[in-house]
């Protein structure tokens, strides 16, 4: 048996080799040659799996250890019987943590308390439900959107995408990339939806580059209509819009799902589904030994500040979304070696609590987001 492996994906090497014949290539250069005798692929979202890659394959199974798919052409492999597998939630912790660092970003950079806030979260699959999560304990107002779940669900937890425009502060987008059809989220953010939301609203998108036209949110900061955008996506990776990235709040290299902990599960889900695929009796594997965090013991003195201080501090002192901001502005030309060399991150469950002066309803709510208290 032979797979082909994103040598970038993280915690694989050596786990597979008793098994099968590997060989590790950067995700960009994985090609039809390459894979023409590989009976499977772990990829991420740089390789295109579709009917240029696959047509003269023997490949049988495909597994990305990303949430997203749509570098998949799924329609493709269902005809030709190529079964593919992505990693659901894999990441979902890990852009909690980058959301949840960019608002205490921006309520300091805007000089805005969280609680004032409104936050329209648009999609609410694994991701956007943990995002409403920690809003919600940051105290901030929470709208949910989305209509596949409100068709299956009912409409008592969500509300109308004009309602999110009209109250919402701050529009984070969590949504899969869908180009047609009832649920079509390519360029949902458009000039009809900038003319509809609050001129002082700042957006975010973590999901996917093409959700947002480019184009118009650079008009929408250049004309004033919005106060501010945080980028972790965008439009062409990675040949990113040097112009719309110095006009955005935060610009980041497609990196928000990158923590430790999301690399590990989404890698352990992959692996698992080619045991289950082909029998290999690592139905159960998980990686050891993740890297512990710098700084993973977090002391803290509750005395004079208040909770959404002290919640705050907590948080940002997990993960400093600026850094990532600084070494993508220093250097856009080089976005994906700074995906595939990406620094340690660490999600709050790596971290240790020692907490002074502070209530013990804080706490509770610590320990709910996953910290450990010492």
């Known amino acids: 048996m032979k ?21 590790y290539y950067p995700g960009k250069d994985i090609n039809a040659e390459k894979v023409k ?18 047509e003269e394959s023997s490949v049988k199974l495909i597994a990305t250890a990303t ?9 493709y492999c269902n005809t030709k019987g190529i079964k593919w597998e992505n990693a659901p939630g894999c990441n979902s912790g890990s852009v909690m943590q980058y959301i949840a660092s960019s608002l205490v970003f921006l309520s300091i950079k ?28 940051l105290g ?35 949504v899969p990339l869908n180009f047609d059809g009832e649920d079509k989220t390519y360029h949902i953010f458009d000039e009809k939806f900038i003319s509809k939301i609050k001129h002082d609203a700042i957006i975010i998108n973590s999901s996917r580059g093409e959700v947002v036209s480019g184009e118009i949110l650079k008009k929408a900061l250049l004309d004033k209509k919005i106060k501010g955008a945080i980028l972790d996506v965008w439009e ?63 002391s803290m003195d509750g005395l004079g500040l208040s909770k959404e201080e002290i919640v705050k501090k907590i948080l940002y002192s997990t993960y400093n979304i600026k850094n990532d901001d600084l070494t ?7 976005f994906e070696d700074q995906r595939g060399n990406y620094p ?22 610590l320990i709910k987001l996953g910290f450990e208290i010492g």
């Not at 980041?252 to 890698?267: E, L, V």
């Not at 993508?328 to 080089?334: D, G």
């Open 3 to 23: 797979i082909i492996i994103d040598n970038k994906i993280p915690f694989i090497n050596g786990v597979l080799e008793p098994f099968a014949e590997l060989e």
């Open 37 to 54: 005798d590989a009976d499977a692929l772990i990829v991420r979202t740089r390789t295109k799996c579709n009917k240029k890659l696959l």
């Open 67 to 75: 949430i997203g798919f749509d570098h998949i052409d799924t329609a």
């Open 110 to 137: 805007h000089n805005f308390n969280l609680k004032d806030k409104t936050l329209g979260i648009i999609g609410v699959g694994n991701v956007g439900s943990k995002v409403a999560a920690i809003a919600a304990e």
């Open 140 to 174: 901030m107002r929470v709208l949910l959107n989305d209509p596949p779940r409100e068709r299956n669900e009912g409409s008592k937890e969500f509300v109308p995408l004009k309602q999110i425009q009209e109250q919402a502060d701050i529009i984070t987008f969590h």
């Open 236 to 298: 062409n990776e990675p040949g990113i819009d040097l112009e719309l990235m110095s006009l955005v709040d935060i610009a980041t290299p497609h990196i928000a799902g990158y923590s430790a902990d999301g690399k590990a599960s989404g890698t352990s889900m992959s692996v698992q589904a080619l045991s289950k695929f082909f029998g290999l009796g690592l139905d159960n594997w998980l990686p050891g030994n993740i890297p512990e965090p710098t700084g993973k013991n977090i």
């Open 328 to 334: 993508l502005r220093k250097s856009p030309e080089t």
């Open 344 to 365: 340690l991150r660490r999600e709050y469950e790596a971290y240790s609590l020692s907490l002074e002066n502070v209530l013990e309803d804080i706490v509770e709510r």
